[in-house]
């Protein structure tokens, strides 16, 4: 990207949806995050023979329903956002910004926004290989000035490291409490400090009582929600270490 961008921040319009079928158009220094945290896609996606793009839904633990996302990167940052005890709010293409950028009226409709209302996080996916192109380069650090001009915070986010998303991807089948037995959670629970220092195998055989398909789901659940964690930079193994968050 050549010179510096210049963006009148003065200019810049949020249009969102406080509601299905409603539309709402405010200068940006007005918005409220809980609007955008709370309202409905700006738009939605449709299926077709042939489209580029993997698109679906998927049902966030963090609110207890279905959010869309337009990829399978979209995705993976998704789950990787439900997984982030720090996001109690997520919602997908939430607003369109418009800003007049070096003279001219751009557009650009965001992909997430998460966090809670207030620390709001615009998040926009976009891939590794495509950070390099111009275009990409000039939208990404318009709205990135229009977002921090509005006192929030930008993030550009692209593939997550491999063994960390296969591990979160794998907890996130876990992520339904109400499908793990109950009784098996509340003994894990009440022996949180035993459990401390111990691997997956090592405490799965001090639950023995319990058949082993019910403590490995109620083991993994605990990590999802962390309220266990290991070191999930490394693949998961019967013998990974178990330690109780603080």
Not at 28 to 38: E, G, H, I, N, T
Not at 131 to 145: D, I, K
């Amino acid at each position: 990207m050549q010179g510096p961008v210049r963006v009148d921040v003065n200019s810049a319009v949020v249009a969102y949806r406080p509601a299905e079928g409603e539309e709402r158009i405010l200068a940006a220094r007005d918005v409220k995050p809980a609007a955008l945290l709370s309202g409905h896609p700006w738009r939605t996606f449709r299926s077709y023979l042939g489209q580029r793009h993997y698109s679906g839904t998927y049902w966030t633990a963090t609110l207890g329903r279905h959010v869309i996302y337009e990829s399978r990167l979209e995705l993976a940052n998704l789950i990787g956002a439900d997984f982030d005890s720090g996001v109690k709010k997520i919602a997908a293409q939430p607003f369109m910004l418009t800003a007049e950028v070096d003279g001219q009226l751009r557009r650009h409709t965001v992909d997430y926004v998460w966090g809670t209302d207030d620390n709001l996080v615009v998040v926009d996916v976009v891939r590794r290989e495509r950070l390099t192109h111009c275009e990409v380069q000039l939208l990404c650090t318009w709205t990135r000035m229009v977002v921090e001009y509005m006192g929030w915070t930008y993030l550009v986010a692209s593939e997550p490291a491999r063994v960390w998303m296969s591990n979160v991807r794998f907890l996130a089948g876990y992520r339904r409490e109400w499908l793990v037995n109950g009784e098996v959670l509340t003994d894990l629970r009440s022996r949180m400090d035993q459990i401390a220092g111990q691997s997956i195998s090592g405490t799965e055989s001090a639950l023995a009582r319990y058949p082993k398909p019910l403590v490995r789901p109620a083991l993994m659940h605990l990590l999802w929600s962390q309220e266990l964690i290991c070191d999930l930079s490394e693949p998961l193994r019967r013998a990974t270490v178990l330690e109780v968050s603080t």
